[in-house]
């Protein structure tokens, strides 16, 4: 038997390298690349290597293993994978804001987290309506995805918070015995036209000193925080003054009671004073001097000296020469333009409770006679050794003596500068019209008197008042005030405050609260008037103060 040899042929045994497929975030680095072999025996092992095609956006790249395609007992084959790189995640996160009401809006802001280096994702903002206060959505928006992101958005808030707002009681002032003043208070931080509520009250009390003044109510209103502070009324003593009233006595007799003229009291209130005069027993005027504690209580006093005249025995206290009434009355009073007949001092004040002197008066009343009876009797001559041609009220005096209305004392004076007594006012006044002796004068201080039946003549007319003690007191000097009171009254000028036009001269140094108020803006007052039918002033307009010749 004859044996042949074969041949065993090996051959190479085929061998796959498939690269994994393999991803990451965008941003991430690569993972490690492999692969998996398939074919191997045993612990054989064959050599390659592995690589991705570049690129860092997201998107698909190959991954490529190589190496020798002959590897020992192997053929290698070798297969690509696939490198994934995913989009990165992106948060959008509004940040909170707050404002306070009626503020502008702050910049709407957000917070992004996940952008890698100098990326930027796009996006707007919106928020919720709204201004009134409370919590307002703040939201983010944009596309979802963007490049190499995808983005989330995540909302935030506007707190719109109350705004402070503050209520100060204004400061007020009031004399003692005065209303008070309407109560206000200033408030600041309101925004446009809105308003807030609130009340306003003050501590009780009435005596001079410092009261509080407290706005009070919610302290949240709608969209504000109310703040409320407090202010002070100050109640201010009120001026009282005491008058010492002119007194008059024969040489030799005992001195008649001091008493004084007290203005300016509230109600039933007092002060304390007391009166004592300068000494002396001889013909001649000694001062009356009312004192007394300075502030008083409520008030500040004022203290104003009289005058103690001591008069000859063998003759009455120097009393006018009387001339004999004409019949009818010469001279005549304009009753019907309300002019103002007594014109203020150039400090720009009235002085509604000082002595008038005899001059003054003198030009009152040359002030108010009509035109004709003026331009009847004007005159610059008279014949009184005190009163000198150049003298400011030569010509009132002069006029008035020529119509048989002034004249004056025994020893060919006149007196200008000096008071004038009531008994010596209300004779003058009646001199203007007939005498009315009808009725007789309740008075208990005039009969005897040598202007009794002038005064008796004022008194049935309803020109003057006495006092509560049914006293006229002749002899005592009369106020400006009191003499606007009589000229008023025989000129039947009256007017109410309420009718009183808003052009008028207010005084500084007369209140509505005073006696004498209407009385004054009356005469002190050119105005244009009409009676309505009740009988009451209205005035319709105020006109310059005339001019006389």
Do not use: C
């Not at 206000?184 to 003044?213: F, K």
């Not at 302290?219 to 003593?237: A, C, D, H, R, S």
């Not at 009509?370 to 610059?380: I, K, V, W």
């Amino acid at each position: 038997m004859t044996y042949e040899t074969g041949t065993l042929t090996i051959t190479p045994k085929s061998v796959a390298v498939k690269a994994d497929d393999k991803e990451k975030v965008y941003g991430d680095t690569d993972p490690i690349l492999t692969a998996t072999v398939t074919g191997l025996v045993g612990e054989d092992t064959i050599s390659y290597s592995i690589s991705r095609e570049p690129g860092e956006s997201v998107g698909s790249y190959t991954i490529t293993p190589a190496g020798d395609e002959v590897q020992g007992n192997y053929t290698v084959t070798y297969e690509t994978g696939t490198f994934t790189i995913t989009p990165k995640s992106v948060v959008v996160k509004a940040d909170d804001k707050e404002k306070v009401f009626g503020d502008p809006d702050p910049a709407l802001t957000a917070t992004v987290t996940g952008l890698v280096g100098e990326d930027t994702v796009v996006y707007t903002f919106s928020r919720e309506a709204g201004e009134d206060i409370g919590v307002y959505t703040i939201t983010p928006a944009g596309d979802e995805v963007q490049g190499n992101y995808t983005v989330t958005y995540e909302t935030g808030t506007l707190t719109i918070k109350p705004k402070s707002v503050v209520v100060k009681a204004d400061n007020k002032t009031k004399v003692y015995g005065d209303t008070d003043p309407a109560l206000t208070a200033t408030v600041t931080g309101l925004v446009g036209e809105d308003t807030i509520n609130y009340s306003i009250s003050r501590e009780p009390g009435e005596s001079v000193g410092s009261y509080t003044i407290t706005p009070a109510g919610d302290e949240v209103q709608g969209n504000y925080k109310v703040i409320y502070e407090t202010g002070t009324l100050t109640i201010t003593p009120k001026e009282v003054v005491v008058k010492a009233d002119n007194k008059t006595k024969v040489y030799g007799n005992a001195d008649p009671k001091l008493t004084a003229t007290v203005t300016g009291l509230v109600g039933e209130d007092t002060i304390n004073y007391s009166i004592s005069r300068e000494p002396g027993e001889s013909v001649g005027s000694y001062t009356i001097t009312p004192t007394g504690e300075t502030v008083q209580g409520n008030y500040l006093v004022i203290f104003v000296n009289g005058t103690l005249t001591i008069i000859r025995r063998s003759s009455p206290p120097n009393p006018p020469i009387v001339i004999p009434d004409p019949e009818p009355p010469l001279a005549e009073l304009e009753k019907f333009d309300h002019f103002a007949y007594i014109i203020g001092y150039p400090e720009g004040d009235i002085r509604p409770l000082n002595n008038i002197t005899r001059e003054e008066v003198a030009m009152i009343f040359y002030r108010l006679l009509t035109d004709e009876s003026r331009n009847a009797f004007l005159s610059d001559v008279n014949p009184f050794t005190d009163v000198a041609a150049d003298r400011w009220s030569n010509r009132a005096i002069s006029t008035l003596y020529n119509a048989g209305i002034l004249s004056g004392y025994p020893d060919g004076t006149f007196k200008p500068s000096a008071p004038i007594t009531r008994a010596e006012f209300a004779t003058i006044a009646a001199k203007f019209d007939k005498l009315d002796l009808g009725m007789p004068t309740q008075f208990t201080d005039i009969v005897g008197h040598w202007a009794e039946e002038y005064i008796t003549s004022a008194e049935n007319k309803g020109w003057v008042k006495g006092y509560p003690d049914m006293t006229f007191k002749p002899d005592q000097d009369i106020t400006r005030a009191e003499s606007m009171t009589l000229i008023n009254n025989v000129l039947e000028r009256a007017v109410s405050k309420e009718n009183i036009h808003p052009d008028a001269i207010f005084w500084p140094d007369i209140n509505e609260g005073d006696w004498y108020y209407e009385i004054v803006m009356e005469a002190t007052n050119s105005h244009d008037y009409t009676i309505e039918e009740d009988g009451s002033e209205l005035w319709t307009d105020i006109k310059p103060n005339k001019v006389w010749p």
